[in-house]
């Protein structure tokens, strides 16, 4: 939303992911990271051991652009299964999505479980997830069972054909040498993944590149 | 790449034909203040006093508050519930606007809830002819404030620059 008036941009981001996956870690960390003066109080509407009920919330400003302060709501969901109806209730609106993945191994199924409810909320709003920015987080690097990048690539970001004939062309991914954002594939199909990043969200590690590339996404979109 | 879900935009004369009509609701209402929030949470604008409340938290909370409240009205087979009420020394009454902005008063006991009920209903009617402005101009793709960062890609590379 654009208001003249107040000279601000305001965008809406949502982490989504599956439960315990770091997505108010996220949040918690960029809360301490950023200046007080560019950000809001950090809103947590959880349950008493902590687990997020609704969502957790946190405004930041990341700067001025053209005049316009560019303010960033920060949104979490629910992870836990049986919470979809706030879960969903939380995209209404959402102008960039990420997804928080949990890198541990025996976490991949709650991931795809995550993933495909993301892409069925989105749809029941009319939005096409694909057609958005969205970016992927794998947290829990840290982790000795964490499960290899590829293998989480090739299960939650296989990529989704681009039928759109003047997009075919390669597109280098910036944040990973040697990889492609937009690429073919052997048989002829061209396809495009999100951008992926890797991190340890308790450490902070890969938290503001996250964050960065997300809201960057948004922008763009509106150039 | 679409530019998200809800691209919209104020224009300073909307801004202030929506701040007059806010004041002069007040005035009639003597609430303390009055904000309107779009349904995805964030804040529009706020008229009167709010010494001390954190109006983009107020903002987020409420429009939660009452899509989670549309939700319950769904659930025992209500279409809507149009308005909602918060009673305290302090007292809350929300009002939707042709379901894409929430009218948020705050008012205390120098009033009575059923002065902002019968204020509100005409406030809420002439707020929907601004906002539906709003957004059928929007939907025509005529409003040069959409543009303000076509051409910004350098600028906003730089702005990450951190």
């Known amino acids: 939303m654009i208001n003249y008036a107040s000279r601000e941009i305001n965008c809406k981001i949502v982490y989504y992911g599956p439960g ?5 870690t996220n949040l ?4 301490g990271k950023v200046k007080p003066e560019t950000r809001g109080k950090l809103i947590s509407l959880a349950t008493e051991t902590e687990r997020t009920l609704f969502f957790d919330f946190l405004p930041v400003d990341l700067g001025t652009i053209r005049g316009f302060k560019t303010r960033f709501h920060l949104y979490t969901v629910p992870g836990q299964v049986y919470y979809n109806a706030s879960r969903k209730l939380i995209l209404k609106n959402v102008d960039g999505i990420v997804f928080v993945g949990d ?3 025996e976490r991949m199924e709650a ?7 993301l892409y069925d909320n989105m749809a029941e709003y009319g939005y096409d997830l694909t057609q958005m920015p969205f970016v992927i987080q794998y947290n829990k690097r840290d982790l000795p069972n964490a499960a290899p990048i590829e293998d989480l690539q090739a299960s939650l970001n296989p990529g989704w054909e681009v039928e759109d004939a003047a997009k075919h062309r390669v597109q280098p991914d910036p944040y990973h040498a040697g990889q492609n954002l ?5 048989g002829g199909e061209w396809i495009e993944r999100a951008p992926y990043f890797e991190a340890i969200a308790v450490q902070g590690d890969g938290v503001f590149d996250t964050l960065k590339a997300v809201s960057k996404l948004v922008l763009k979109a509106l150039a | 790449m679409t530019a998200g879900t809800a691209n919209w935009s104020f224009t300073q004369d909307d801004f202030t034909a929506i701040t007059e009509s806010l004041k002069r609701f007040l005035g009639e209402t003597k609430s303390l203040c009055a904000l309107l929030v779009d349904r995805s949470g964030q804040l529009v604008t706020t008229v009167g006093d709010a010494p001390g409340l954190d109006t983009t938290a107020f903002a987020t909370l409420t429009a939660a508050d009452y899509s989670a409240n549309d939700q319950l009205a769904k659930l025992v087979g209500e279409t809507d519930f149009s308005s909602l009420f918060h009673q305290g020394e302090k007292s809350i009454y929300v009002a939707d606007i042709a379901r894409r902005l929430l009218l948020v008063t705050i008012f205390d006991s120098r009033t009575t809830v059923g002065l902002v009920r019968l204020r509100m209903k005409n406030e809420v009617e002439e707020l929907t002819q601004l906002i539906d402005r709003v957004f059928s101009r929007g939907r025509n793709g005529d409003a040069a404030d959409q543009h303000v960062l076509r051409g910004a890609d350098e600028e906003i590379d730089k702005l990450f620059n951190w």
Do not use: I, R
């Not at chain 1, 315990?20 to 108010?24: A, E, N, V």
């Not at chain 1, 991931?111 to 409810?117: A, I, K, R, W």
């Not at chain 1, 937009?182 to 052997?186: A, G, K, T």
């Open chain 1, 111 to 117: 991931n795809l479980e995550s993933m495909q409810n």
């Open chain 1, 28 to 31: 918690e960390h960029v809360y």
């Open chain 1, 103 to 105: 890198s541990q191994a």
């Open chain 1, 182 to 186: 937009v690429e073919q594939l052997p």
């Open chain 1, 20 to 24: 315990l996956g770091g997505k108010t």
